[in-house]
């Protein structure tokens, strides 16, 4: 296994200043939230009155923590390159997942000739693959294999368009993700690529060399077409944004190589076990939940910005959006209770380009909004420019922060800055394959933490249920193309508008 997965979480010494944190070597400052020293043990206490700590310890037990559907939430076990046992119902889940790993390496080992890639899925079938490829291409001499990597999700047939006219037929290979297999999107428009498959003269053999599946239902895929020895499973324990780590991530492997896929593993993996070993006052997902939940008890923030100073991780937010939204986007708790607080509205994109956007609001605006600063220690390039600008970069990143945190007063009401905008800094050693998975983890564990200090169950997602189940009665109406009136499925302003689309 990977020596990454040796890294120890380790924390700086008693002299360091006490906002100060490191784990797995990346380092969490949070100078600017200005929490007192008082207000910290008060959070801490908090958190031990949620027991927290007896629910890190249930969740990486495989205990049943997904009260609705009565599951565990077992993704940690994806990346347990350690291997040691993970009991589900009294069995080690770990062979079943060592074998996809073997599997995963043997095909990079065999894959060879092809040109393009066609991932297709939507959700958490899409965004971590799709994060993990662009953050690693930015990643300097990074060995790629040279396959062009598609990501299909949208059901917009302008995305479908585009990739057929790159996509070479007869050296594509085709990975179709979806959990149950039944994802409209995505079984839609693996039929339309298998459509183009044949309409560019590929033979039923070449076809079925040509599709793989990645799911938690197996004869659904094998009815598709697909044979049993290219679909890669992975298990209703998993959800659905915690899959990447998972046969999920295949495109990571084909498209770096085995290797950076174990190195990403691992860095989550060593995350996972700081978070399941540090103390609370030491442990980087706790630490950040309670920031958070400080800032909604002190300003009743509504929203929060993920600001990474890295051109790589410019797809970081659209993940977190997932992460933290589906998995905390509730109004009642694990009892059915209303909440007091949940999840905030997740923002953001790379900086210094988000200075130029909508820094005026965070800097002026009457709300407060928390955010995450996150950069790299080292340039993303080669180039001879890149000290140069990485230090400019890091200047920026770095006097974001102060401004906000401390303002400006003046005569010119205009010109003033109310300061006192919390942030957090995080600083990540360099951008690979490593730190990758620590960060991806690091925002999953503090996800988890943040719904047991809300009493919230983090890992169902029953609020995108109703809009599927309403679709279907009106997508029937609009290929029918009659006159609709208001029923029980459709109100009366849906109605209107299907007659104006029928008209």
Same mark, same amino acid.
């Given at each position: 296994?990977?020596?990454?997965?040796?890294?120890?979480?380790?924390?700086?010494?008693?002299?360091?200043?006490?906002?100060?944190?490191?784990?797995?070597?990346?380092?969490?400052?949070?100078?600017?939230?200005?929490? %007192?020293?008082?207000?910290?043990?008060?959070?801490?206490?908090?958190?031990?009155?949620?027991?927290?700590?007896? *629910?890190?310890?249930?969740?990486?037990?495989?205990?049943?923590?997904?009260? !609705?559907?009565?599951?565990?939430?077992?993704? #940690?076990?994806?990346?347990?390159?350690?291997? !040691?046992?993970? &009991?589900?119902?009294?069995?080690?889940?770990?062979?079943?997942? !060592?074998?996809?790993?073997?599997?995963?390496?043997?095909?990079?080992?065999?894959?060879?000739?092809?040109?393009?890639?066609?991932?297709?899925?939507?959700?958490? %079938?899409?965004?971590?693959?799709?994060?993990?490829?662009?953050?690693?291409?930015?990643?300097?001499?990074?060995?790629?294999?040279?396959?062009?990597?598609?990501?299909?999700?949208?059901?917009?047939?302008?995305?479908?368009?585009?990739?057929?006219?790159?996509?070479?037929?007869?050296?594509?290979?085709?990975?179709?993700?979806?959990?149950?297999?039944?994802?409209?999107?995505?079984?839609?428009?693996?039929?339309?690529?298998?459509?183009?498959?044949?309409?560019?003269?590929?033979?039923?053999?070449?076809?079925?060399?040509?599709?793989?599946?990645?799911?938690?239902?197996?004869?659904?895929?094998?009815?598709?077409?697909?044979?049993?020895?290219?679909?890669?499973?992975?298990?209703?324990?998993?959800?659905?944004?915690?899959?990447?780590?998972?046969?999920?991530?295949?495109?990571?492997?084909?498209?770096?190589?085995?290797?950076? *896929?174990?190195? *990403?593993?691992?860095?989550?993996?060593?995350?996972? &076990?700081?978070?399941?070993?540090?103390?609370?006052?030491?442990?980087?997902?706790?630490?950040?939940?309670?920031? &958070?939940?400080?800032?909604?008890?002190? *300003?009743?923030?509504? %929203?929060?910005?993920?600001?990474?100073?890295?051109?790589?991780?410019?797809?970081?937010?659209?993940?977190?959006?997932?992460?933290?939204?589906? #998995?905390?986007?509730? %109004?009642?708790?694990?009892?059915?209770?209303?909440?007091?607080?949940?999840?905030?509205?997740?923002?953001?994109?790379?900086?210094?380009?988000?200075?130029?956007?909508?820094?005026?609001?965070?800097?002026?605006?009457?709300?407060?909004?928390?955010?995450?600063?996150?950069?790299?220690?080292?340039?993303?390039?080669?180039?001879?420019?890149?000290?140069?600008?990485?230090?400019?970069?890091? #200047?920026?990143?770095?006097?974001?922060?102060?401004?906000?945190?401390?303002?400006?007063?003046?005569?010119?009401?205009?010109?003033?800055?109310?300061?006192?905008?919390?942030?957090?800094?995080?600083?990540?050693?360099?951008?690979?394959?490593?730190?990758?998975?620590?960060?991806?983890?690091?925002?999953?564990?503090?996800?988890?933490?943040?719904?047991?200090?809300?009493?919230?169950?983090?890992?169902?997602?029953?609020?995108?249920?109703?809009?599927?189940?309403?679709?279907?009665?009106?997508?029937?109406?609009?290929?029918?193309?009659?006159?609709? #009136?208001?029923?029980?499925?459709?109100?009366?302003?849906?109605?209107?508008?299907?007659?104006?689309?029928?008209?």
């Amino acid at each position: 296994m990977s020596s990454s997965a040796n890294h120890a979480s380790k924390n700086l010494s008693n002299s360091a200043p006490a906002n100060i944190h490191t784990a797995v070597d990346v380092l969490l400052d949070t100078a600017y939230q200005n929490i %007192s020293a008082a207000q910290w043990q008060d959070l801490f206490a908090i958190a031990r009155q949620t027991h927290v700590e007896e *629910f890190i310890a249930d969740m990486f037990a495989g205990k049943h923590i997904n009260l !609705s559907e009565d599951r565990p939430a077992l993704h #940690s076990a994806l990346r347990n390159l350690s291997k !040691s046992p993970v &009991l589900l119902n009294g069995q080690d889940v770990m062979p079943a997942v !060592s074998e996809v790993w073997h599997r995963i390496e043997a095909l990079c080992n065999k894959w060879v000739g092809v040109t393009d890639v066609i991932h297709i899925g939507i959700g958490g %079938s899409d965004f971590g693959p799709r994060l993990a490829i662009e953050a690693l291409a930015h990643v300097p001499g990074i060995e790629s294999r040279g396959m062009r990597m598609h990501f299909l999700a949208n059901i917009d047939t302008a995305e479908l368009a585009r990739i057929l006219e790159r996509a070479q037929p007869n050296s594509t290979r085709v990975v179709i993700v979806s959990k149950s297999f039944t994802t409209l999107e995505t079984t839609m428009n693996a039929k339309a690529v298998v459509a183009w498959l044949k309409a560019n003269g590929c033979t039923k053999g070449q076809i079925e060399k040509a599709l793989f599946a990645v799911t938690a239902n197996v004869p659904a895929a094998k009815a598709f077409g697909i044979e049993e020895d290219h679909i890669y499973p992975f298990w209703d324990w998993v959800g659905g944004r915690y899959s990447v780590w998972s046969a999920v991530g295949l495109p990571i492997a084909l498209q770096y190589g085995f290797k950076a *896929f174990e190195e *990403f593993l691992a860095g989550a993996h060593a995350m996972d &076990l700081h978070f399941k070993k540090a103390s609370l006052e030491q442990n980087l997902p706790v630490i950040m939940a309670l920031a &958070l939940l400080h800032q909604q008890e002190t *300003f009743g923030i509504k %929203s929060y910005a993920a600001i990474p100073y890295a051109d790589a991780l410019d797809w970081f937010p659209k993940w977190l959006q997932q992460l933290d939204m589906e #998995s905390n986007g509730k %109004s009642v708790d694990r009892n059915g209770k209303p909440v007091k607080h949940s999840s905030p509205v997740v923002f953001g994109s790379s900086g210094s380009n988000a200075q130029h956007s909508y820094f005026q609001l965070l800097h002026q605006g009457k709300e407060v909004i928390p955010i995450d600063f996150i950069v790299i220690r080292e340039p993303m390039s080669k180039l001879a420019e890149a000290k140069e600008h990485h230090r400019i970069l890091l #200047s920026n990143c770095l006097a974001q922060a102060q401004a906000l945190a401390n303002g400006k007063k003046t005569d010119n009401p205009n010109n003033t800055y109310p300061g006192k905008r919390p942030s957090n800094l995080l600083i990540l050693p360099r951008l690979n394959a490593f730190y990758l998975g620590a960060l991806l983890a690091l925002y999953e564990n503090r996800a988890a933490v943040l719904g047991a200090l809300w009493n919230i169950n983090s890992f169902d997602q029953p609020g995108v249920e109703l809009g599927k189940v309403l679709a279907k009665p009106i997508e029937s109406a609009l290929k029918n193309g009659a006159p609709v #009136s208001a029923d029980a499925n459709i109100d009366a302003i849906t109605a209107a508008r299907i007659n104006l689309f029928n008209s």
